[in-house]
């Protein structure tokens, strides 16, 4: 079965504390693997696109990465604003979509 | 860049009413729309796509008489929940798409809705 899993669920950092959010997807054919950020009771907003493998992108402190089976989203010398859920989602096949549940992340001033 | 605004943010409605949520793409076509629902800290779940002028197609599970979906326009999409009931209470977050071949990644920022 065609699954999208993201770890961990929650994440508390110190501010300034770098570390890294998985993505991990077991479908074939990939088309796209998308990461959003989504603050609480508001919709998700967009951060990068990803299609192939060994393909990075970087907005601000975060970085993108792509490998065949997971990507990677990097948090660099994160501020108490980015907190909130980082989602990811991959498309496939027929242009069908999962989305991940989602890591949680706190950084603590 | 794109805009796709969402109306109401907020509705408390009663048992057995309808409600209607509405999905705008502000400054661009929308060939494709999508509605999401989203529980408490879990992801969101695909409830149906809509294209422009045609029938929507709901994923499985989904009761299409309950959650009706209308995308008349290349720029408004509407879904209405029919005889709501408390297990309705959620939150509704629809996206658009410019393209066909494009899954939609502007969203709109969601109607909580809250069945008494």
């Known amino acids: 079965e065609d699954q999208v899993t993201q770890s961990p669920e929650a994440l508390r950092l110190q501010e300034g504390e770098s570390s890294s959010l998985n993505c991990s997807y077991t479908v074939s054919g990939l088309r796209g693997l998308f990461w959003y950020r989504q603050d609480p009771g508001k919709g998700p907003e967009f951060l990068f696109t990803l299609y192939s493998a060994g393909e990075e992108k970087e907005k601000e402190r975060l970085k993108a990465t792509l490998t065949k089976k997971e990507s990677f989203l990097h948090i660099t010398a994160p501020k108490p604003e980015d907190s909130a859920t980082y989602l990811c989602a991959v498309q496939w096949g027929n242009n069908d979509m999962r989305f991940g549940a989602g890591t949680r992340l706190t950084v603590k001033p | 860049g794109a805009v796709v605004s969402q109306h109401p943010s907020r509705v408390i409605c009663k048992s057995g009413t309808s409600v209607k949520i509405e999905c705008r793409s502000l400054?661009?076509?929308?060939?494709?729309m999508f509605w999401y629902r989203q529980f408490p800290k879990q992801s969101l779940m695909l409830m149906a796509t809509s294209n422009e002028g045609s029938k929507a197609t709901y994923e499985q599970g989904v009761e299409k008489d309950k959650f009706l979906i209308n995308h008349a326009s290349l720029t408004l999409s509407t879904l209405t929940v029919t005889s709501a009931h408390p297990e309705d209470s959620s939150f509704y977050i629809c996206?658009?798409?410019?393209?066909?071949?494009?899954?939609?990644?502007?969203f709109g920022s969601g109607t909580r809705l809250t069945v008494v």
């Open positions: 996206s658009a798409s410019q393209g066909a071949n494009n899954y939609g990644y502007t």
């Open positions: 400054d661009f076509q929308a060939t494709t």
